[in-house]
């Protein structure tokens, strides 16, 4: 079993930046396909952003050029760069990994970081 720890949130005045972290609590063979995704009050879960083990990317079109997902293999840590951050990014932010260990496949999903942007 994986387990997914994020952090990073918090509250933060529109303009500003935010990097989300997500630490998986064992070492991982691969990552597939990692994820961001996030959840605001009376909405449904939405996605952010994907990375795939090519290297292919996916944003969410409100998020294009503000927000940057990558990776650090060496400390089975994924990232999300939050730049110029909007009221409407409020929200809960979660992580999910699609990944191989030595006990096999499996899809993953951290427990949210809340994510609160000021006007």
């Known amino acids: 079993q994986v387990m997914l720890v994020e952090s990073g949130g918090g509250l933060v005045q529109a303009g500003g930046s935010l990097r989300l972290s997500c630490a998986a609590s064992?070492?991982?063979?691969?990552?597939?396909?990692m994820g961001w995704y996030r959840q605001a009050p009376g909405k449904q879960r939405e996605l952010v952003a994907a990375r795939t083990s090519g290297g292919s990317t996916n944003y969410a079109d409100s998020v294009k050029g503000r927000f940057t997902i990558s990776r650090d293999s060496a400390k089975n840590t994924v990232y999300l760069q939050m730049n110029s951050l909007k009221p409407e990014d409020t929200a809960v932010y979660y992580c999910?990994?699609?990944?191989?260990?030595?006990?096999?496949?499996?899809?993953?999903w951290g427990q949210g970081t809340q994510v609160t942007v000021s006007s």
């Open positions: 999910n990994l699609e990944a191989l260990t030595d006990t096999g496949g499996g899809d993953y």
């Open positions: 064992r070492s991982l063979f691969s990552i597939n396909v």
